[in-house]
T-cell receptor, first 114, second 115 residues
Framework: GAGVSQSPSNKVTEKGKDVELRCDPISGHTALYWYRQSLGQGLEFLIYFQGNSAPDKSGLPSDRFSAERTGGSVSTLTIQRTQQEDSAVYLC???WGTGNSPLHFGNGTRLTVT | AQTVTQSQPEMSVQEAETVTLSCTYDTSENNYYLFWYKQPPSRQMILVIRQEAYKQQNATENRFSVNFQKAAKSFSLKISDSQLGDTAMYFCAFMKHEVDYKLSFGAGTTVTVRA
């Protein structure tokens, strides 16, 4: 079946604009994760969904960042009033459950804020 | 917070030879998981191998094996018989057993396999 799909693949936006990043997880996966990868660095946890609820939002960098998941499937990560430091690759992953269930990652969205 | 350290930013290896990537971590937990992920230029993170801390036996997946030293908090990855397709960035990651959804990643090691 299809893997995790993210769109857009690349996004260039002007400072101050809002952006929406989309993630389509693997069908049936209940857990969904967002990570951020800044240039030359490892991944930084942003948020985790179990179904439609987000038990842990602790990784969101500021209140400009928000995420939702609807129908236990598609998730949208929204960044308001983008800043240059928001430039990064945003990776989404999904899994059947937590713990030892392997994460399946998408190809990410590369966000560039000019 | 857990800290994962990968001290080798870049490694180069000749095709068919062996390369070992180092990873150390800092935790006060006793139960946890450790992972190695591969990220090729496509950006997709691919799970290479995983280890549960309570298991003393080192995990192996085909040409990939780990040397898990719990007391030393060390988790190195050995790639044997390196292939050109192994060229990628490799990340070591840690997950607490009680917070079993959040991965903490190291900064990564870029591996280049030379023909």
């Amino acid at each position: 079946g299809a893997g995790v799909s993210q769109s857009p693949s690349n996004k260039v936006t002007e400072k101050g604009k809002d952006v929406e990043l989309r993630c389509d997880p693997i069908s049936g996966h209940t857990a969904l994760y967002w990570y951020r990868q800044s240039l030359g660095q490892g991944l930084e946890f942003l948020i985790y969904f179990q179904g439609n609820s987000a038990p842990d939002k602790s990784g969101l960098p500021s209140d400009r960042f928000s995420a939702e998941r609807t129908g236990g499937s598609v998730s949208t990560l929204t960044i308001q009033r983008t800043q240059q430091e928001d430039s990064a690759v945003y990776l989404c992953a999904s899994s059947w459950g937590t713990g030892n269930s392997p994460l399946h990652f998408g190809n990410g969205t590369r966000l560039t804020v000019t | 917070a857990q800290t994962v350290t990968q001290s080798q930013p870049e490694m180069s290896v000749q095709e068919a030879e062996t390369v070992t990537l180092s990873c150390t971590y800092d935790t006060s937990e006793n139960n946890y998981y450790l992972f190695w992920y591969k990220q090729p230029p496509s950006r997709q993170m691919i799970l290479v191998i995983r280890q549960e801390a309570y298991k003393q036996q080192n995990a192996t997946e085909n040409r990939f094996s780990v040397n898990f030293q719990k007391a030393a908090k060390s988790f190195s990855l050995k790639i044997s018989d390196s292939q050109l397709g192994d060229t990628a960035m490799y990340f070591c990651a840690f997950m607490k057993h009680e917070v079993d959804y959040k991965l903490s990643f190291g900064a990564g090691t870029t591996v280049t396999v030379r023909a």
